[in-house]
């Protein structure tokens, strides 16, 4: 009777039958590969019902977080308009290092901006738009106004300060820098169009 419980006890510690862990992990890896082309994953090979360890995988390329986000900066500033009250605005940072635009708006009367940016070059922009509080429609600037962060605005808004070439304004990594675009006085002209959604 001993000989038989040991042989029955020997029997009960064998693995039991699983999925196939080689098709499960090669499909696993597969997809991840798919899923981040820049990453070259190594094919273990397993044997069915085997104790081995799959090795550890070691991407070749280094992935961060950096390669999803961009490094950021903040432009903040006050807001005027040449009236009574400040229309809704929307500010527009056009980048000198990549071409691209960006805009945030703001609401009736509001008196500042805040604005995340990667690091780079700009040109800031004011445009007011008749939206009023909400968010501007495409199309709706008002015509031929624009408020730029210009030498104007530096040499005090005096009539006696004629230049009105925007400053390119450098975006750092985790600074926050103040811009103010109040240069209302340009020629028509002087500035690009309002960036629009369309």
Not at 168 to 195: K, L, S
């Amino acid at each position: 009777m001993l000989p038989l419980l040991m042989i029955m006890f020997a029997c009960s510690l064998q693995p039991s039958p699983t999925q196939d862990v080689s098709s499960i992990v090669n499909a696993t890896l597969t997809a991840v590969a798919q899923n981040n082309p820049q990453v070259v994953v190594p094919q273990p090979t397993f044997t069915p019902g085997s104790a081995q360890v799959a090795p550890p995988i070691q991407p070749t390329a280094s992935l961060s977080a950096r390669d999803f986000i961009p490094p950021m900066g903040t432009v903040t500033g006050n807001l005027s308009f040449p009236s009574s009250f400040i229309p809704a605005i929307r500010i527009a940072f056009f980048s000198l290092t990549d071409g691209s635009v960006s805009y945030t708006d703001t609401g009736m009367n509001q008196g500042t901006y805040s604005m995340d940016l990667p690091a780079g070059s700009y040109h800031v922009i004011a445009y007011p738009y008749t939206a009023g509080m909400g968010t501007p429609p495409a199309g709706s600037p008002i015509a031929g106004t624009a408020g730029g962060y210009t030498q104007f605005v530096l040499c005090g808004l005096t009539a006696a300060c004629t230049d009105h070439s925007l400053i390119p304004v450098v975006v750092t990594v985790g600074q926050t820098i103040m811009v103010n675009p109040g240069d209302w006085y340009a020629p028509e002209g002087t500035f690009p169009p309002m960036p629009t959604d369309q």
